[in-house]
């Protein structure tokens, strides 16, 4: 249900931003009074639904005013913007032919630690867990007695997707920064600055939090939609353990294929249209299992999928067979994406080649590079969402097809389950993309279906460090600064902790190489 978006405005006069990434340590302001606030039963759901809109909008209000980090922009730093942007133009599957500062660097992996997206996002991480914690501190048992409020079996849900959601920014920062601080609710505000856990204390903290949690969230696919259940921390556990051998160097890939059956045994079922997955009304695919929500009229926002739809929308395109009023001309993939769609059946190869070169002689020319067609503002139906401007459509961070895909991998890669089972589960999705089965699994025939299934999701700089092949092995249009492409310094791998960071609490440690 959408609607858990639209809570969080209501919010508004509840929590307010922070001033700067060196208060996030600290108590977030509150409009009058904490007191005043959590006194009304009414607000734990509005606050809890500010957790959940924080990673779709940038402040309190549907529009990218009132933003909560200050110094960043409300619209382009948003932060599933952000997280799509270092998830992707690192990689062989999109490149962008703007020129804001710092976004040239991340195609060519140049980016440095004062890299205005990657420092974005680093702040983003740390402000969602703060709110967590502060909401996770005006929610115990002492608290809600103290103000006559029953610690209801709601109030105990909203506590654990709090929770969960803290999980989920701290899983992207383990996966993008490595060693990042790591602050919980029993942390006292402003006691200290903030320490700074190794990626090994992260992997244990997550682990120990989502197996926790398991017991405490709903049962899969009982919550409202868009808020958090079990089978999302089932999803988080299994990527967990499917990148524990990058993150600690020790392998955990029987837990992955364990995890990620937990969430194909659970309900869910594959959409009939592979495409209705990325459309206006994908709320009502039974495939989506953890959707960051977007509504056209209730989140007006520059970021979210609204860039993700018209900024792939150039040259001869007509922007209405999008849903939308206009397109951006900035965003584009490499042949190296499009060379992995070998079977002209496959319905998931969903470029637009006319009048565009597959080449990229010039990343700043729309034309260079073929457009993609996956993301729509478009209903089945063919009708466009509410807003031409701003997209209904949903931005999925776990869906049923990467279970499928994760379970294969951790059985091929050695992982306690059944082989027989993981060609199953790869071939359902090629059967409905209408490609060819395959007839066996391997490590590279599953990174170039990954690829085809997930591609512009998000997934594909994990995927690739994960594979061995993101800094070396495998190169790609303009990778490195060059057309052919080239080797980058391994300590790419992770990107730097903001530079204003470091300023603010000396006590942390910049990643190597920055």
């Not at 980090?69 to 990689?91: A, C, H, I």
């Not at 608290?143 to 709601?154: E, F, Q, V």
């Not at 993981?422 to 990174?447: E, F, H, S």
Request: proline letters at 3%; hydrophobic letters at 40%; glycine letters at 8%.
């Amino acid at each position: 249900m959408k609607n858990i978006i639209k809570s969080a405005f209501y919010a508004g006069t509840a929590l307010l931003a922070l001033n700067s990434c060196k208060d996030l340590d600290t108590k977030p302001y509150v409009g009058e009074v904490s007191e005043l606030v959590y006194q009304d039963p009414a607000s734990y759901k509005q606050i809890l639904a500010k957790l959940y809109a924080g990673l779709a909008v940038s402040g309190i209000k549907p529009k990218d005013d009132d933003v909560d980090l200050k110094n960043y922009d409300g619209g382009s730093q948003g932060y599933m913007r952000v997280y799509w942007y270092l998830q992707e133009f690192p990689t062989d599957e999109a490149i962008v032919g703007w020129g804001d500062p710092g976004l040239p660097d991340l195609h060519k992996m140049s980016w440095t630690a004062s890299n205005q997206w990657s420092s974005a996002f680093y702040s983003r991480i740390l402000y969602q867990a703060t709110v967590a914690n502060e909401f996770l501190r005006e929610t115990t048992d002492e608290k809600l007695s103290a103000r006559g409020i029953p610690n209801s079996d709601d109030i105990k849900n909203f506590r654990a997707e709090a929770r969960f959601i803290r999980a989920l920014v701290y899983s992207h920062g383990i996966d993008l920064f490595g060693s990042i601080p790591l602050v919980t609710e029993l942390d006292k505000v402003g006691s200290a600055l903030p320490k700074q856990a190794t990626r090994a204390e992260l992997f244990t903290y997550l682990e120990t939090e989502l197996k926790a949690l398991e017991a405490e969230l709903p049962d899969a696919r009982t919550n409202e939609y868009g808020r958090a259940d079990k089978a999302a921390a089932w999803m988080t556990l299994a990527k967990l353990y499917l990148n524990a051998e990058v993150y600690m160097g020790q392998a955990k890939y029987s837990e992955a294929a364990a995890y990620a059956k937990k969430v194909i045994d659970a309900g869910y079922v594959l959409s009939a249209d592979y495409q209705h997955n990325f459309l206006a009304d994908n709320d009502t695919s039974k495939e989506i299992i953890f959707p960051i929500n977007f509504d056209g009229n209730e989140t007006q926002t520059w970021g979210g999928t609204t860039t993700l739809i018209h900024a792939s929308i150039g040259g001869t395109m007509n922007p209405t067979d999008f849903g939308v009023d206009g397109g951006w001309g900035g965003f584009r993939t490499t042949k190296e994406l499009v060379g992995l769609f070998t079977d002209k059946n496959d319905k998931r190869a969903l470029f637009y080649s006319s009048g565009q070169n597959l080449e990229i002689d010039n990343i700043t020319t729309f034309t260079d590079g073929y457009a993609v067609t996956k993301w729509k503002n478009v209903k089945k139906d063919g009708k466009p969402g509410k807003n031409l401007t701003h997209t209904d459509t949903d931005f999925q961070l776990f869906r049923l097809a990467d279970a499928h895909l994760m379970y294969a991998e951790a059985v091929v890669r050695g992982g306690t389950g059944d082989a027989t089972l993981a060609l199953t589960l790869v071939n359902a999705l090629r059967t409905r993309a209408g490609a060819a089965k395959l007839t066996a699994l391997t490590l590279d025939n599953l990174l170039a279906e990954r690829g085809r299934e997930l591609f512009w999701e998000a997934h594909r700089r994990t995927d690739l460090i994960r594979f061995g092949k993101f800094t070396t092995g495998y190169n790609w249009a303009w990778k490195g600064g060059v057309k052919a492409g080239k080797d980058v310094e391994a300590f790419r791998t992770l990107f730097p902790l903001a530079a204003t960071d470091l300023v603010a609490n000396p006590t942390l440690r910049q990643n190597q190489g920055y």
